[in-house]
């Protein structure tokens, strides 16, 4: 199944299907579910760096595009660092897969896999959905950053 | 590293948090560092660090809060100030990383202590460290192995740090640093701690990954989401309990593992316990002694099951 035109609601459904499967559907398809669950983390990221006006970029970076996107989304937004490692365990699980794709226990990695992509599709898609109203994260710059680097609040008190 | 005398004995910041919600952190912090040797003196009419909702309005002021609390730790004759709460932590490792390198921080630290009749913090004067550093660098995992009376083997736990442990990485230099330091994107110190204490330490995915605390007034339902997420992904990696160490992430993964069974009818098994308190049970302290019975996640039984009860 390819990601290429779900939306995030669609990929938190997909990665929802996927976590309920039984054993025996999941196994035999391994390989693929590793690359479609991949491919649904960079559709997150693709979704969110459109919705900011930006063009996702097709470089690899660690040899895999997703970990690029989120560099392209984090540039400038530090508050974007905080699904960071979600991405960095979406590679993980995808290699872990692809690493030994009869394992016995590989049915539980793949739900484990699309629990880490759910993840990403929740963070994204709360962000997206709260974006005006502040950053979606405890790290992120502040609202009034502009306003805060004047710091009026400041000067405000000592008048 | 282990053993290092700097840190048997520190100023103690326990935050709104400690004293509200995260009571259970406090107590257990405190009844770990009397069994394990260390002493903890806090600091004298401590102030809010900002948390998120002062930085949100003005960043500058929150750095003066936090500067604040680096300024009465100076006074009171301490280098070190311990903080267990990640929003405290992450505040005043903010603030120090400011003062030292924005100018307009220093100027509005400047205005304000002076208005206030304090002294002004300067960058540098006083190391914060969280109640993972404390342990880990003061006794360490074979100080730990030594002090074991109730081993928590048989425990299976994924250990759960938030998002606000590790970042942003600038503001905390002494990461990333080889061997021995905590890592910002595997972060090991508290696997390594309950380990220590006989726990088996499950492989979990999304140890740092956002519960939604900040939103979890103003959008609770991705909140929820988020935290039935973390917690259903810790029971798939086979984990019994997760444990925390930020009462914020504790408090949200408690309420909303309820809120997520009321509106969404999921309803997952796991646990949930400060790293203090399990820590605590595997040094022979009671479940009472530690605040189980103050937590939401009613985790008596399973204690109870592991011989820790």
């Known amino acids: 199944m390819s990601a290429e035109r779900l939306t995030i609601d669609e990929i938190e459904q997909r990665a929802d299907a996927i976590i309920a499967a039984p054993d025996e559907d999941l196994a035999p398809r391994a390989e693929a579910l590793a690359a479609e669950l991949l491919s649904m983390s960079e559709v997150i990221l693709e979704t969110w760096l459109v919705a900011k006006g930006q063009v996702p970029t097709d470089d690899k970076h660690e040899g895999f595009r997703l970990i690029a996107l989120h560099r392209q989304a984090a540039k400038g937004n530090p508050s974007f660092n905080a699904c960071r490692e979600t991405c960095r365990e979406a590679v993980y699980h995808h290699n872990l897969i692809l690493h030994d794709p009869a394992a016995d226990d590989i049915a539980r990695t793949i739900r484990v896999g699309a629990m880490v992509v759910r993840h990403l599709a929740l963070f994204i898609g709360g962000k997206l959905q709260a974006d005006g109203l502040g950053e979606f994260c405890c790290s992120s710059r502040p609202i009034r950053q502009a306003d805060a680097a004047k710091t009026e609040t400041a000067g405000a008190m000592e008048a | ?309």
């Open chain 2, 1 to 309: 590293m282990a053993g290092d005398m700097k840190y048997k004995k520190v100023a103690y910041y326990p935050g709104c948090a400690l004293e509200g919600s995260g009571h259970a952190y406090n107590r257990s912090t405190k009844a770990v560092g009397k069994e394990l040797g260390l002493d903890l003196v806090e600091i004298k009419n401590w102030n809010c660090c900002g948390a998120m909702e002062v930085k949100n309005i003005d960043p500058k002021i929150q750095t003066y809060l936090s500067a604040r609390n680096l300024s009465i730790t100076e006074e009171m004759g301490f280098d070190t100030v311990m903080a267990p709460c990640n929003g405290c932590y992450h505040n005043l490792k903010k603030a120090e990383y400011d003062l030292d390198h924005d100018e307009t921080s220093k100027e509005v630290n400047n205005r304000l202590s002076s208005k206030a009749g304090h002294k002004t913090y300067e960058a540098g004067k006083v190391e914060t460290i969280h109640a993972l550093d404390w342990i880990k660098k003061s006794i360490g995992e074979d100080g730990i192995r030594e002090r074991v009376k109730n081993s928590l083997q048989g425990i299976k736990v994924a250990n759960y740090y938030g998002c606000m442990y590790t970042r942003p990485r600038h503001i905390f230099p002494e990461k990333d640093q080889g061997p021995g330091s905590e890592s910002t994107s595997k972060p090991h110190y508290m696997d390594d701690i309950l380990a220590a204490a006989g726990a088996e330490n499950v492989d979990f995915p999304l140890k740092t990954a956002c519960c939604g605390g900040a939103h979890t007034l103003s959008d609770s339902d991705t909140s929820t989401k988020l935290v039935l997420n973390i917690l259903t992904a810790a029971e798939a990696c086979g984990a019994d309990v997760v444990a925390t160490e930020c009462p914020t992430c504790h408090t949200g993964l408690e309420m909303h593992q309820i809120r997520a069974e009321k509106v969404l009818g999921r309803k997952t098994n796991i646990k949930i316990l400060y790293f203090t308190q399990l820590l605590g049970m595997a040094l022979g302290l009671s479940a009472k002694k530690v605040g189980v019975n103050e937590n939401f996640s009613d985790a008596r039984s399973l204690l109870k099951e592991k011989g820790l009860g």
